[in-house]
DNA sequence: AGCTACTCCTGGTAGC
DNA sequence: TGCTACCAGGAGTAGC
């Protein structure tokens, strides 16, 4: 499932595919993925304009748009892939594959949102704060500074799990990186966060931006069908989980079994040798 | 503040 | 083989 590092390698390859390029159509062909606006509303927002920004913020995908010859965007898509979600750049005289639930046409091409699941979003907006939601820190951004981690981690009362999937507290960890940087840290996930010492919060601040630097080096993590990079490429972090998917294995840290409970609604993994409770 | 439960969705798979 | 039941899960929301 996409988390930063999947969303940061879809950002950073599909840019060169849109960017300078205008907008000669638009169509939302599942209406709430385009968030219930119709074809008219979207093309009257977006044709016409060029796209001049692709950026990430968490796990979005921030596309500006600017009228005429205009470098300053006046108008955003924000993309969301969520569970599923996939970002192409296709001939625009090819039918959209399977499961295309948002076109944007830019004359010869067209950039196409492939998401079986629907739970995706592309949404048009003139200003990206009126579709975002409280979003915390940057992970990988020097604003991420380990003092005041530390002190706002040790604040709370969540168990860690819950806590980091909780993306007004950090940004952009998803399932699978929150497990991989939970027991790089040596922490229980059902740790209360404020019984965290503060050399483990530093572990934990430090692994955290490690799992998603190295994650983000080889384009993000596919074990199942579902994500692909832009050029359809498979990441391969998945070779590099140490717990994730991994239950039943022996832990490559201390041999211990990797365990997997739900906590949270969210499956759980972790080696309890290695990442003690309390 | 923080917990649980529910919702949105469908492809894949386990079980029969 | 064909069917059903269930699971995965990001994030928003409701209720306690």
Not at 68 to 89: E, I, Q, Y
């Amino acid at each position: 499932m996409p988390e930063l590092p999947e969303v940061e390698t879809v950002a950073r390859l599909v840019a060169p595919d849109v960017l300078q390029k205008r907008v000669t159509g638009v169509r939302a062909l599942w209406r709430k993925t385009g968030g219930g606006r119709s074809d008219a509303e979207l093309e009257a927002a977006l044709v016409g304009r060029r796209f001049v920004r692709v950026e990430r913020r968490a796990k979005y995908i921030l596309m500006g748009l600017a009228p005429g010859r205009s470098k300053l965007p006046d108008t955003w898509l924000v993309v969301h892939l969520r569970m599923t979600g996939r970002l192409v750049v296709a001939p625009a005289r090819e039918e959209p594959a399977a499961h295309t639930r948002f076109s944007v046409e830019l004359g010869p091409r067209r950039l196409d949102f492939i998401d079986p699941r629907k739970f995706g979003r592309c949404l048009v907006t003139s200003d990206p704060t009126h579709v975002l939601p409280e979003l915390g820190p940057e992970p990988l951004e020097d604003g991420f500074e380990a003092e005041a981690f530390v002190r706002d981690l040790r604040a709370r009362k969540r168990q860690l799990k819950p806590l980091l999937l909780d993306q007004a507290f950090v940004a952009g960890l998803g399932n699978i990186y929150v497990d991989e940087a939970l027991h790089r840290a040596g922490l229980h996930p059902l740790t209360p966060a404020h019984r965290v010492t503060r050399p483990k919060a530093r572990a934990l601040h430090a692994a955290i931006r490690t799992v998603l630097a190295e994650a983000i080096e080889r384009e993000g993590s596919s074990f199942d069908t579902f994500y692909r990079t832009p050029t359809g490429q498979p990441g391969s972090y998945q070779h590099q989980f140490q717990v994730y998917g991994r239950q039943g294995q022996p832990c490559r840290t201390c041999g211990g079994e990797i365990q997997k409970r739900v906590v949270g609604q969210r499956g759980t993994h972790f080696c309890a040798r290695c990442q003690r409770r309390r």
